[in-house]
């Protein structure tokens, strides 16, 4: 019978869309099981064929359980807000929520192509004001919210004012930006803007001078990752460091949490070692070192016991202090060096580990112990945002000081004898003459750490304390495609709307790049200020700081939404609250992730963070979000390469090149011919402008391509869209073949020819139900050997499914179809239960099957197949028979039988008889159900 599989497809996921067969109940009479994919960004390229991986494992994880009995939440929505829809809408005019849609639009077409089970009626998108009114929501929360480092938690902003009304100051343990001290009554007699920026100084959402990576092209603030060798990743522009005032995220006073819920965690160990090594815990003290004008520079070190080999100081070009300490001979040096510098991101100064450079102040610090001046310089390699943005320099004991004292001819004192992991190690500190110098003779290493700990504090000068590289998140960007800040402002100071305001929509712009001004893009607003009085948005022209005050005009940056859309799937249509507690609190964590190993130190730390403050808060239970997350492999493009004759338009065949000066330049690799590597030339010539009047040297009349396996992207034309594999071969073959490459966390290459193994399959698997064009499946009972095939199966794909050995279970599925069409098995009692076993793999073909079997109901919520040990017992086991240890023969042996009825039925066999001849037998070993070995 012939497989059509356009019609058949087309047909179920009609069938699935009508009926809404994945559709998710909220009724609690079931066990919950959340399967989630990390947040696709809605590109205008859309899918191609290395996208859908991750997808369709979860898919599969996803049916499994449904046919397992769970309540399975399978959501889809979109992190639609994004830089690329707003380029493109400087760029055309074209505002970003149109072509967020159309992009959404063909994602859709293209998901749905491929027969995924998500609960499309659970669809969110972060650029939809009902959505993110509850991001608003959550950022003012924060904005009302502490961190008590007593009760280790987040807490309403009142109970700080309550302290302070009552104690000021004292007795307080927060997290703050600087350390505040005042009385209750000084509190009380505070004015209500100095308060206000007191509580700034605690608010979990605060506003403060930041340095920034400023891209003034793209007129905004770039993350990290937006970055790419000193230029924005979109455009290629430059990028410098800034200093801006920007709200930031308090994720700093997590750290600790961040940490201990990674053992709580079922993640793979890289993605847990890159949190761990982000957040970076050390343990040290905080010094204070005196300069010669009155200064004081606090720094923070690891290895206070080495502050006698402390020869100079270092601090950051942002440190406040620079322009303090820096003398008027220094002033010009110094100030070249902080422009150099700003050029270049934090990635790049942090990875550039053996070039040094650096100026001098022209000021001298005083060694608290040693009691000798040393000299201040500014570098790069000390950055402001870890620890103190100043470091105290060793350079006997740390390689980058070293090399900078080398560079700057600086002394170099050694005062640890021994390597820094020994433990039973000596120090001398005869360089001293502030402190005795036999100060730490003959302490290890971590006595010695406390003994210089203990001395620092008793100098005043310091105290031991627990740093964490991990700095608190800018929360702003200056682009106007992103969720508006909820923040008005009065007296300069920031108020959060009214809940009631929400959500605060983004306004209608003329153009999508900053104001003349430099505002951001919100700033060409003609309706966004905030009336107090009357509680709306109105006009901005009026603003008159007594009633109408302006909003702010940055927006959230990407991270924002993506924080906490897996709560909202939970409960995505209420308008109320950002999620019923009784919802949270039934599908709490999402039970498997799946996602690339790019999000490890943002979006997961982020959502980590989001989701710690909301149970803080009462808002939800579960203190962590993921508990099981997969990181998928990529899968590589095959890209295709032509050879230009430098200096010219000449392009010569692979295989030619020889003597020839070339550049390999990509080319799409729908311009080959078929599967070959030969180029269609005329259709490369029609390709681009610049390539129709190539020329071509030839080999044997072709030209033949290079090839090389690489990263699919649309960059390097290596991409195949999954629409042409799914007209060609099916979702199923798709689906299958994704699956067949190779296990889940490994990067694989993809081949279009290798799926014709996989369509193959799926014919052989559709002609066991038919004879000829008749569907035809018996009543009959099957044979034990039949049994024995469907439950090894269910045993193999059980196992595979749960250890997400997804490519082994097609090999699986390929064995036990042939082996069923050898033995022409059509019984029903095989075939039924065989199509639920390959439905999460292959759902349309297996529904097709299921409904012709006589099925009304859809196979989704049919019960997994049960195990039945029994049938794999062996009757006759398929003995290798050896003669001194090399393999002559097989024979059937019933499997219950003993050495010696073995022993005695082969000196019988005729085979035997023969390979013996006339020699005898010295030796004869059995091994039950593996070998016999006749020893001669």
Request: aromatic residues 12%.
């Amino acid at each position: 019978m012939f497989y059509d599989h356009q019609q058949i497809e087309k047909k179920w996921q009609k069938y699935w869309e009508d009926n809404k067969t994945y559709k998710t109940s909220d009724s609690t009479d079931k066990p919950k099981f959340y399967v989630l994919d990390m947040f696709p960004y809605p590109s205008g390229a859309g899918l191609h064929v290395g996208h859908p991986l991750g997808y369709i494992a979860s898919d599969i994880y996803a049916r499994f359980k449904r046919h397992q009995g769970f309540n399975v939440l399978h959501p889809v929505g979109y992190d639609s807000f994004g830089l690329p829809a707003e380029q493109y809408a400087i760029q055309t005019g074209t505002h970003p929520a149109i072509t967020t849609e159309q992009n959404i639009t063909r994602y859709e077409e293209q998901l749905r192509k491929i027969g995924f089970s998500f609960d499309w009626s659970r669809e969110v998108r972060t650029s939809d004001a009902s959505y993110y009114k509850w991001t608003q929501w959550i950022f003012i929360q924060l904005f009302h919210s502490w961190y008590n480092k007593d009760s280790d938690k987040a807490e309403s902003i009142e109970t700080l004012i309550k302290h302070f009304e009552e104690k000021g100051t004292e007795g307080l343990n927060a997290n703050q930006n600087e350390e505040l001290n005042f009385t209750s009554e000084e509190w009380k007699n505070s004015s209500e803007i100095k308060k206000e920026e007191i509580l700034l100084n605690y608010r979990l959402a605060f506003r403060a001078e930041t340095t920034v990576n400023w891209c003034p092209a793209l007129g905004t603030v770039l993350a990290n990752d937006e970055i790419k060798d000193g230029k924005s990743e979109r455009g290629g522009y430059p990028v410098f460091q800034k200093k801006m005032m920007q709200w930031s995220m308090r994720i700093s006073a997590y750290s600790e949490r961040l940490l201990q819920g990674l053992k709580t965690l079922d993640w793979p160990q890289p993605l847990k070692d890159a949190q761990e090594y982000w957040i970076g815990k050390s343990q040290g003290a905080q010094v204070r070192f005196a300069t010669e004008n009155g200064e004081t520079i606090e720094i923070f070190t690891t290895r206070p016991d080495t502050i006698f080999g402390a020869t100079f100081m270092v601090l950051a070009p942002e440190n406040p202090l620079v322009q303090n300490l820096t003398t008027q001979e220094q002033k010009t040096e110094v100030d070249q060096y902080i422009e150099e510098t700003s050029k270049k991101t934090e990635r790049d100064r942090m990875a550039d580990v053996k070039n040094v450079s650096g100026a001098f102040t022209g000021s001298y610090a005083i060694n608290p112990f040693t009691c000798k001046n040393i000299p201040v310089y500014i570098s790069d390699y000390v950055l402001m945002g870890y620890g103190t943005g100043a470091v105290m320099a060793v350079p006997a004991h740390d390689e980058r000081d070293h090399r900078f004292a080398k560079k700057f001819n600086l002394e170099i004192i050694k005062v640890v004898e021994s390597d820094v992991d020994v433990q039973e190690e000596a120090y001398d500190s005869k360089d001293s003459v502030c402190v005795n110098s036999d100060f730490l003779n003959g302490l290890n290493y971590k006595d010695a750490k406390s003994k210089i700990i203990a001395e620092i504090e008793n100098k005043g000068i310091g105290h031991g304390t627990t740093n964490y590289r991990q700095r608190d998140a800018i929360f702003s960007r200056q682009r106007y495609w992103g969720e508006p800040v909820p923040i008005y402002y009065k007296d300069g100071m920031p108020y959060t709307l009214p809940n009631s305001a929400l959500p605060l929509e983004l306004p209608e712009v003329e153009k999508y790049l900053p104001t003349e001004d430099g505002d951001p893009p919100l700033g060409n607003a003609k309706t966004f200020a905030w009336d107090e009085a009357n509680q709306k948005v109105v006009d901005t022209d009026l603003i008159d700081d007594k009633t109408v005050f302006p909003l702010e005009l940055s927006t959230m940056p990407g991270w924002a939404g993506s924080s906490w859309y897996f709560l909202r799937y939970m409960d995505p249509n209420d308008d109320a609250v950002f999620a019923k507690k009784e919802l949270t609190d039934y599908w709490g964590q999402v039970d498997l992730y799946i996602g690339g190993s790019e999000h490890a130190t943002g979006h997961l730390l982020y959502s980590r963070f989001w989701n710690m403050f909301l149970k803080d808060r009462g808002y939800i239970e579960q203190n962590e979000p993921f508990q099981k997350l997969i990181n998928q492999g990529m899968i590589l493009g095959m890209s295709a390469f032509v050879y230009r004759i430098d200096g010219t338009n000449q392009y010569v065949s692979k295989n030619l090149i020889g003597e020839y000066k070339t550049q390999a330049i990509h080319v799409d690799v729908s311009l080959l011919k078929g599967t070959t590597d030969e180029l269609d030339t005329e259709a490369f010539k029609s390709w681009r402008p610049d390539y129709a009047d190539a020329e071509f040297i030839l080999e044997d009349g072709k030209y033949i391509t290079g090839r090389e396996v690489e990263k699919m992207s649309k960059s390097k034309y290596n991409v195949v869209n999954p629409d042409d594999i799914c007209n060609e071969y099916g979702a199923d073959g798709l689906r299958l073949y994704e699956m067949f490459l190779g296990p889940l966390e490994q990067s694989k290459p993809w081949n279009t020819q290798g799926l014709s193994g996989v369509y193959g399959f799926l014919k052989k698997f559709w002609n066991l139900y038919f004879d000829g064009d008749n569907f035809s499946v018996s009543d009959e009972e099957p044979t034990k050997e039949e049994y024995k095939i469907l439950h090894t199966l269910i045993k193999k794909v059980n196992f595979d499914i749960e250890n997400f050995s997804f490519n082994t279970s097609v090999s699986s599925f390929m064995i036990a179809v042939n082996e069923l069409q050898k033995l022409k098995c059509n019984k029903r009692n095989i075939l039924q239960p065989l199509a639920v076993v390959i439905s999460p793999y292959a759902p349309h073909i297996c529904e097709e099957v299921w409904n012709l079997l006589g099925n009304n109901a859809s196979i989704e919520f049919e019960p997994f197949p049960t195990l039945d040990e029994s049938y794999l017992i062996e009757d006759e086991i398929d003995y290798p028979v050896s003669f001194n240890g090399k393999m002559k023969f097989k024979i059937k042996l019933a499997a219950d039988l003993g050495k010696e009825e073995v022993e005695k039925i082969m000196m019988e066999n005729e085979d035997v008889k023969r390979f013996l001849g006339d020699k005898s037998v010295k030796n004869f070993i059995f091994v039950p159900k593996k070998i016999i070995n006749i020893v001669i």
